[in-house]
């Protein structure tokens, strides 16, 4: 546990507490060092997920900065499927926006409690979808092993 302590800042206690009988420091001592170091988990997983909202936000501004020339130049020149291609880059930017603010607004307490009821309420597609990702995983170490 003192790897784990000392790598993330958190300060061990320095005096160790014991009776007369030479007992073992008290439990307060851990349960303190426990505290602060998930009090430090708790609050760089909220910084991350506010920084990350913030940069699916600016991903979201890039992309329709950058579709609208695209898609003008494709729709002057009569390409096919150049309108699609705009609808779909704003459907994603918008995508990436909304998520950002929510991620923003929400911060990580939020998230996880709105992914945790959505589990809740729809069981068998968060199911499909780790099984995928695994799969997806496993093709990929598979493949960079050989």
């Known amino acids: 546990m003192s790897r784990w302590t000392n790598m993330f800042g958190v300060n061990k206690p320095t005096e160790k507490s014991s009776d007369a009988a030479g007992s073992p420091p008290s439990a307060s001592a851990d349960s303190s060092a426990h505290e602060a170091l998930g009090a430090h988990f708790g609050d760089a ?11 699916l936000q600016a991903m979201a501004k890039d992309i ?3 579709s609208g020339g695209v898609v003008g130049a494709l729709a002057l020149r009569h390409v096919p499927g150049g ?10 930017a918008a995508g990436l926006e909304r998520g950002g603010k929510f991620l923003e607004s929400e911060g990580f ?4 409690k709105t992914v945790s ?11 499909l979808v780790g099984i995928g990702l695994g ?6 170490t598979r493949s960079a092993r050989s």
């Not at 009821?117 to 199911?127: A, C, D, G, V, Y």
């Open 83 to 92: 309108a699609a291609l705009g609808v779909a880059s704003n459907a994603v």
């Open 109 to 112: 307490q939020g998230t996880v």
């Open 64 to 66: 329709q900065g950058r």
């Open 117 to 127: 009821e959505q589990m809740k309420r729809n069981p068998i597609p968060f199911l």
């Open 45 to 55: 997983a909220e910084a991350a997920t506010t920084a990350f909202g913030r940069r």
């Open 135 to 140: 799969y997806l995983a496993g093709r990929t």
